[in-house]
């Protein structure tokens, strides 16, 4: 089975605000995480990563949040614009897991004018 | 410049036929995965390959078959076996022994007429 999830199927948000997207893990033995984003009927597309022995990672405009104790990881996107329209994907890379990367199921967001 | 291709964009197959989307990438990657997307689903494993001529099955393997003939291919094909291929499939590749993350292509979308 999966062992990375997120909370909200779909999450709206109004422009301009911040949005923040969650993904919850259950496989302690992962060491690397990554949030991509999936515009639709397009591949995925990298956005910001994060390695176990960090806690937060900041990119232009988005935010990774890594809290090992509770095994939870958030995407934050500041001034949400019409473009970050798409679904969220994050991932997981177990220590020597030759067979890459797990995702969860996504979250979609919506941006309202 | 450098990318990862997948063609066709859409693929019709008829009951019983198979069929085979083809994966291209000139980044001089070792790795290649096939995954599976269904709607409001994450990504499923299908197969990966982390060196030419050799490949390893995923989660969701049955009714599906590929190959590594060259570093640059990594085709997969549907096959009759396969009773629900309707999905979007994507392609990725990494450098293998690494954790950073995948390069996607832009999905094949088949759908069973």
């Known amino acids: 089975g999966e062992s990375v999830g997120l909370h909200l199927p779909t999450l709206s948000v109004q422009e301009g605000d911040n949005s923040i997207i969650n993904c919850a893990y259950s496989?302690?033995?992962?060491?690397?995480f990554i949030w991509y984003k999936q515009e639709s009927g397009k591949g995925p597309q990298f956005i910001i990563d994060?390695?176990?022995?960090?806690d937060k990672r900041q990119g232009q405009r988005v935010t990774v949040l890594l809290n090992k104790t509770v095994k939870h990881l958030s995407l934050q996107i500041a001034a949400t614009q019409p473009g970050d329209s798409a679904v969220y994907f994050c991932?997981?890379?177990?220590?020597?897991?030759?067979?890459?990367?797990?995702f969860g199921k996504g979250t979609h967001l919506i941006i309202q004018p | 410049d450098g990318g990862i291709t997948q063609s066709p964009k859409y693929l019709f197959r008829k009951e019983g036929q198979n069929v085979t989307l083809s994966c291209e990438q000139n980044l001089n990657h070792d790795a290649m995965y096939w995954y599976r997307q269904d709607p409001g689903q994450g990504l499923r494993l299908i197969y990966y390959s982390q060196i030419v001529n050799d490949f390893q099955k995923g989660d969701i393997a049955e009714g599906y078959s590929v190959s590594r003939e060259k570093k640059e291919s990594f085709p997969l094909t549907v096959t009759s076996a396969q009773k629900n291929p309707t999905a979007f499939y994507l392609c990725?590749?990494?450098?293998?022994?690494?954790?950073?993350?995948?390069?996607f292509g832009s999905g094949t979308r088949l759908t069973v007429v």
């Open positions: 496989n302690s033995a992962s060491d690397y």
């Open positions: 990725a590749s990494s450098m293998a022994g690494t954790v950073r993350g995948y390069t």
């Open positions: 994060i390695r176990s022995n960090m």
């Open positions: 991932a997981e890379n177990r220590i020597g897991g030759a067979d890459g990367l797990t």
